[in-house]
């Protein structure tokens, strides 16, 4: 790790430009045209999140932190006092300040793909919470992803915020927790944010807001693959559209194209017929006894479940 400042260390494990480029190409290559959403998060993108989780329409964040202010203390006591806290998608960091307040861990490592993001809220904390020390990690927590941990800590707790759990179809979800599991190893504790099915025109406003933002953030996809990837895509070219799919219980993003129109990415050319879209994102909701059930396969037991009293939004601690 490079050292940052006292209580700071920053190790960098970031996807490479190549990384990126591969996984673009593949995905407008594909017969249903599609594009990672872990792509939202450049700069630009980290910011217009901060802006969704705002929105009176977009209830998950707020809800949340209602949640983690209601319980913190029982969330801290179960999660055990004093050791090592992982935070996954830390983002801006804005609800573990609640945990670390209760918690009080030796060792904070804040996980995200947002460098620049990463960093300044790291040095944030450090300011604020003098008594721990902060191994901010930049990784892709999507692929198999390292961390770094002292090979003779205990009793690891880990915490994944937001719902983040939901941008992953089923089965990678799956994979990602067991990840987790093996990485917190027996008697850790993960606390994790999912939110719940309900009435599809809450979900869809959540996703398609009246300022336009989530647009904004969905377009900004485009533009910043024109950017690192040499592209010429036409952000109003698309436009932007979220759809509840109650069979699969997930509101599904797209930006669909407005008309025939061919396209360069990275010296390649694309075409696409007027209403073919890309898909860009899936937000999976999962009832409580479902994601009981996604737990336990990826070797979790629940010990504990809070919810809001309108069951907008759950968080459960697991245990390894
Ligand atoms: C980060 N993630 C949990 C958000 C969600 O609700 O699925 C991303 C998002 N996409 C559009 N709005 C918010």
């Given amino acids: 790790g490079e050292e940052i400042s006292e209580r700071v260390r920053f190790y960098d494990y ?12 593949a ?29 009176s329409e977009y209830y998950p964040t707020r809800t949340e932190i209602g949640i983690l202010r209601a319980h913190g203390a029982e969330m801290a006591e179960r999660l055990g006092r004093g050791s090592v806290l992982i935070e996954l998608g830390s983002g801006s960091s804005l609800k573990i300040q609640t945990l670390l307040a209760a918690l009080e861990p030796r060792v904070y490592i804040p996980v995200d793909i947002s460098r620049e993001h990463l960093l300044k809220s790291a040095r944030a904390l450090a300011t604020r919470f003098e008594d721990v020390r902060i191994r901010a990690t930049c ?11 002292d ?37 850790g504790r993960l606390l994790i944010g999912v939110d719940l099915p309900k009435d599809p025109l809450i979900l869809e406003a959540a996703y ?7 647009a904004v953030f969905n377009r900004n996809l485009l533009t910043r693959i024109n950017r690192e990837l040499d592209g010429d895509l ?5 436009a932007h559209q979220a759809r509840f799919n109650a069979v699969h219980s997930r509101v599904g993003m797209h930006l669909v194209s407005r008309t025939d129109q061919q396209v360069r990415v990275a010296g390649e050319v694309f075409s ?46 697991l245990r390894r």
């Fill in 14 to 25: 970031h996807p490479t430009p190549a990384d990126i480029r591969a996984e673009v190409l």
């Fill in 27 to 55: 995905g407008l290559a594909a017969p249903a045209k599609y594009l990672p959403p872990k792509l939202f998060y450049d700069e630009r993108g980290s910011q217009l999140f901060d802006a969704i989780t705002e929105l």
């Fill in 139 to 149: 990784a892709d927590y999507s692929r198999d992803f390292e961390l770094p941990l």
């Fill in 151 to 187: 090979p003779d800590w205990r009793d690891l707790a880990a915490f994944f915020p937001g719902s983040s759990i939901g941008n992953f179809e089923p089965t990678e979800a799956r994979r990602l927790l067991t990840r987790v599991a093996n990485l917190i190893g027996d008697g």
């Fill in 208 to 214: 398609d807001d009246a300022q336009g933002v989530t």
């Fill in 234 to 238: 036409d952000p109003q070219a698309f």
């Fill in 272 to 317: 696409f017929r007027q209403g073919e879209s890309i898909h860009t994102e899936n937000s999976y909701k999962y009832d409580l006894t479902d994601f009981q059930r996604l737990a336990r396969e990826a070797g979790f037991t629940t010990e504990q479940v809070w919810t809001d009293p309108e069951q907008l939004f759950s968080v459960h601690c």
